[in-house]
């Protein structure tokens, strides 16, 4: 159906912009509590509820800390949270063993909060980084990012969090062929009810900085992650990472980082009709809460960065602003 638009002055755009009541009647998009998924630093040791420098207004917690950010979520109607370890740097090594370690930080957070807080989905991260000696989330052998021997490991540590109870698992690796292998896997353990959230568009970014900060990763990554994470330049390759990681059994999928990607978000959403998620990164959070801070912009900005994510076609978005901004909007 063509609309033919009336020339003005029978067609008026400001008349429906007039009142707060005729521009609610006239919304578009709406973001709400439910559309949110909150990223939890999680940490055993000294230090939890520090900020983060990079991160303002962000601390690690513990695990009870944890327990009591689900209950914060459910108060709010915040229907997940996503769960990230900082690891004892003592447990971080070449192998990454502690990464399907059945009690490791992440997988006892996820027993606790599904103990104490069962309708709050739980989201966990499936990458070697917080448990890898160079930083990498991959397995690393002179220098080279393995990609089958690292999607071996990624897959115990799938069963070991579905096991635990997570809820949602997010690989965030960027190895190719990991979703195929995890579904497999989940299914002969008898965890077919587990969902994949794929990063599946995950780009090679500058973004990622203060989350590098928060997980302990800075210091140590050798390198750069370009040969596995995605060439911002390019457009037309998240849609066939998308296709592939839909074939291969993912159910929800993530475009990140989300500013400076929403055409892809579009493309995604378009192309597809999945479920579709954007993360708000930690890089993005850091200037917006920064300007916010310094005076230069006012809070109004985070409800309309988050308001984008809608707008370009995404069901939800991560975002560490995901509690202040669902106290806001339940007022
Ligand atoms: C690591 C991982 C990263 C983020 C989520 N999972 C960082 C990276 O790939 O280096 C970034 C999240 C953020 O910046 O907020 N697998």
């Known amino acids: 159906m063509q609309i033919v638009p009336a020339p003005f002055p029978a067609a008026r755009l400001r008349r429906l912009r007039r009142t707060p009541a005729l521009r609610d009647l006239a919304q578009e998009h709406r973001l709400t509590a439910k559309d949110l998924i909150w990223p939890v630093f999680v940490t055993d040791l000294p230090g939890a509820d520090v ?79 917080p448990y890898n000696a160079n930083g990498h989330d991959g397995l690393v052998r002179d220098g080279v990012i393995l990609n089958d021997e690292t999607v071996e490991a990624l897959v115990r540590m799938a069963l070991a969090q579905a096991e635990a109870g997570a809820d949602i698992l997010g690989p965030s690796d960027m190895m190719d062929g990991r979703i195929g292998a995890m579904r497999a896997a989940l299914e002969a353990a008898g965890h077919a009810d587990v969902a994949i959230l794929s990063y599946a568009a995950k780009y090679a970014s500058g973004f990622y900085g203060p989350f590098r900060d928060a997980v302990g990763a800075s210091g140590r990554l050798v390198g ?33 980082p989300g500013m400076p990607y929403l055409d892809i978000c579009r493309r995604v959403k378009d192309s597809f009709g999945v479920p579709t998620y954007a993360y708000q990164v930690s890089g993005e959070y850091a200037m917006i809460e920064g300007a916010v801070r310094a005076g230069w912009l006012s809070e109004a900005v985070v409800a309309e960065s988050l308001l984008g994510f809608k707008r370009a076609g995404c069901d939800g978005i991560l975002t560490y602003f995901a509690p202040r901004i669902a106290a806001a909007l339940t007022g």
Not at 87 to 109: F, H, K, Q, V, Y
Not at 225 to 247: C, F, G, H, W
Request: glycine content about 6%; hydrophobic content about 45%; proline content about 6%.
């Open 51 to 129: 900020e983060i420098g990079s991160m303002p207004g962000v601390a690690r917690v513990t695990v009870d800390g944890a327990v009591r950010a689900a209950e914060r979520a459910a108060d709010l109607g915040i229907p997940a949270i996503c769960l990230f370890p900082y690891t004892d740097p003592a447990l971080r090594t070449e192998g990454c063993e502690e990464a399907w370690n059945p009690d490791n930080l992440s997988n006892r957070a996820v027993r606790a909060i599904k103990a104490a807080v069962p309708d709050v989905a739980v989201m966990t991260d499936i990458a070697l980084d």
């Open 224 to 256: 750069d992650k370009k040969t596995y994470q995605m060439n911002p330049a390019n457009a037309d390759e998240a849609i066939r990472l998308v296709a592939r990681d839909l074939s291969e059994g993912a159910d929800m999928v993530m475009v990140k």
